[in-house]
């Protein structure tokens, strides 16, 4: 799951390249990394991906700071189904 | 009457000393205390020889420090020149160089920012920095000495011993310059918008009567200091003796969060692009949250689509709902209230209609003759709130504030905004689109062509062209397409990370293409410029 969701991160929503390779634990805000429409297309991919539903509660730096983070979130979530990714694209 | 700023300041401070000006969080600034701290600054300035007239930049967040920094710029007679600490360095670099900025206010986190400057702006001869700290990193190293070989660092402990009475006499008149915002520019650097504290005055003034701000108001603007939208909640709640509440950095990206934090602050005037509100009502979880405190919504920076104010209006009922249109250059020039009780709209609303003492006209394509209603035509405005022009750029002034071609009389500057629009049936302009290449992301203006030059900057890229994808959060995307210098047009190693990396370096976030694509040859048209339209057909 972590590979997964750094992979995307580090894909899709990092800009500075001087951030890659991206830790697990980095923080996505402090870099800069998470703005508001970049913490959207995450939820989209990490709902899709992990056949979660992120409720808009939820969406707190709290869950989404680091990849480590979204992880241990997302595992609360699907109740100890961790790692069942679904596809990779 | 108020003439300059500071006035502002100065009035409420006499009427109303220990009201809140600036809260973050639990603490604020009384009113007193930011008229002291700001006397206390404006003698710091002095100090380290700066002259009424000269730009001081101010390298901060919006933050209590950084209006304690406005206000003590303004008062010792200069013009403050926003500077985004989240900017790359070469572009901070190239504004503080357009300036001509010598001195530096930072805060605390930012003071060794400030003086790694001097690095490339070898101009840059003292760094104050001002407070108070409140929530901010702690000091680094740099401030809390002068550097051997780089620029004085006045800490905050010095500017606090200095006196706190203010300077006396008005140094400057409304005429001059009391900020400059740097926008997007076409020909690859960024362009200084100077605004005069007339200019500013005339927004301040209208903006703080048509929202019927009093000093019960709690006023925010998640807009950081270069965006023009921060000069409402840091001068027009002064006016109301209105308190200003800074909304911490990372707050507005998470929705829930931001409602949570409307509530907590009670606050009851909101002012920010529509992609913050689109989030707050998409997923703000708004019925959990007690907003009775918020009053009126105020929109501004591009257009709100229809169906997420429709959906914002609907979890926020019975608030005033306003659109503000205006580019960096007029302020706010026209402005319109969604009626109450209006029925679901089905197209964005319109920019309504001019501001108090703008006059907005549009005019056709051939320039001879105002637009009738229904016809497209370019807006122009005039009236005491347009800019005095583009720092050091008198050519490109002359471009874009023009005659007024309809006063025959007399010269009189009117500008050209380059939107296109249309008078409706009920009296309001409505925004129809760019005549040029500029698109507006996040709120932000962007030239396509600075991003464009930007990418020409890289010795592996020989071509590219920057496009819009239409973004219904973010009003636009930016889409870069790039032939590579390698051998018959392979991208010779060059990828998306190797770009975009080198955008970061060069161009604040909003700028940075947030897709990029290669290719080996650009679709030309037949008089051999390239086809952007067949581009962007091919983008969708």
């Known amino acids: 799951m972590e590979e997964v969701i750094n992979d995307y991160i580090s894909r899709e929503l990092v800009q500075d390249a001087s951030l890659l390779p991206l830790g697990n634990a980095t923080s996505l805000l402090e870099t800069g990394i998470l703005d508001s429409l970049s913490l959207l297309r995450l939820v989209v991919f990490v709902q899709r991906q992990f056949l979660v539903t992120v409720d808009d509660v939820d969406l707190v730096p709290e869950h989404f700071d680091s990849v480590d983070d979204i992880c241990a979130y997302l595992r609360s979530r699907q109740g100890g189904r961790a790692g069942q990714a679904v596809g990779h694209g | 009457m108020a003439y300059l700023l500071q006035h502002l300041l100065t009035d409420s401070a006499a009427r109303a000393a220990q009201r809140p000006a600036v809260a973050v969080g639990e603490r604020f600034l009384t009113y007193a205390a930011l008229d002291q701290l700001s006397n206390q600054v404006s003698r710091a300035l002095l100090a380290q020889g700066v002259a009424p007239g000269d730009r001081v930049g101010i390298l901060s967040p919006k933050s209590a420090a950084a209006v304690v920094a406005q206000y003590g710029v303004l008062k010792a007679g200069a013009c403050y020149v926003p500077l985004d600490p989240k900017s790359p360095a070469g572009r901070l670099a190239t504004i503080m160089t357009d300036s001509g900025v010598t001195v530096v206010l930072a805060d605390q986190a930012t003071a060794g920012q400030a003086a790694a400057m001097a690095g490339s702006v070898p ?38 011993a200095e006196s706190a009475e203010a300077l006396g006499d008005d140094l400057t008149i409304d005429s001059d310059l009391a900020y400059i915002l740097y926008t997007s520019g076409s020909t690859g650097t960024p362009k200084g918008v100077m605004i005069s504290h007339r200019a500013s005055l005339t927004f301040v003034e209208w903006a703080a009567a048509c929202t019927g701000l009093t000093a019960e108001d709690r006023v925010c603007s998640p807009a950081p200091l270069h965006f023009d939208l921060s000069v409402f909640d840091v001068f027009a709640a002064c006016k109301a003796a209105a308190c200003m509440t800074v909304v911490p950095e990372n707050t507005s990206i998470f929705p829930a969060r931001l409602a949570q934090w409307l509530e907590r602050e009670q606050v009851s005037v909101w002012y920010s692009v529509p992609s913050v509100l689109t989030m707050l009502a998409t997923h703000g979880n708004l019925p959990g949250f007690d907003l009775s405190r918020l009053r009126t919504v105020i929109f501004a920076g591009e257009v709100f689509p229809a169906k997420h104010l429709n959906r914002l209006m609907a979890e926020l009922p019975g608030r005033r709902y306003l659109n503000w249109y205006g580019p960096t250059e007029t ?172 955008c970061h370096r060069r161009l604040p976030s909003y700028m940075v293409p947030d897709v990029v694509e290669f290719l080996e040859a650009l679709p030309r048209t037949s008089t051999g410029k390239v086809d952007r339209a067949r581009l962007a057909e091919h983008g969708k």
């Open chain 2, 331 to 502: 302020n706010v020039c026209t402005w319109y209230e969604v009626p109450a009780g209006s029925a679901e709209l089905t197209a964005p609303v319109p920019i309504g209609k001019a501001c108090a003492n703008t006059d907005a006209f549009a005019v056709t394509s051939g320039g001879d003759r105002v637009a009738k209603p229904g016809e497209e035509g370019e807006l122009y405005v005039r009236g005491s709130g347009l800019m005095r022009g583009y720092w050091g750029d008198q050519e490109k002034t002359r471009r874009m504030l023009v005659t007024n071609p309809f006063q025959a009389a007399y010269d009189e500057p009117a500008y050209r905004t380059g939107d296109l629009v249309t008078l409706d049936d009920t009296g309001n302009y409505v925004f129809l689109g760019r005549r040029d290449g500029m698109v507006k992301t996040r709120g932000y203006r962007v030239e396509l062509g600075e991003v464009e030059a930007a990418l020409y900057a890289h010795p592996a890229i020989r071509e590219a062209v920057v496009l819009p994808v239409p973004d219904e959060l973010l009003g636009s995307r930016l889409r870069a397409v790039i032939c590579a210098d390698g051998p018959a047009g392979r991208t010779d190693g060059l990828t998306r990370e190797e770009v975009l990396d080198h």
């Open chain 2, 123 to 160: 101009r840059l001869r003292a760094v104050i920095v001002s407070g108070p700290h409140w929530g901010r990193p702690a000091a680094d190293r740099l401030a809390h000495g002068a550097t051997p070989q780089g620029p004085a660092i006045v800490p905050w402990e010095a500017v606090l």
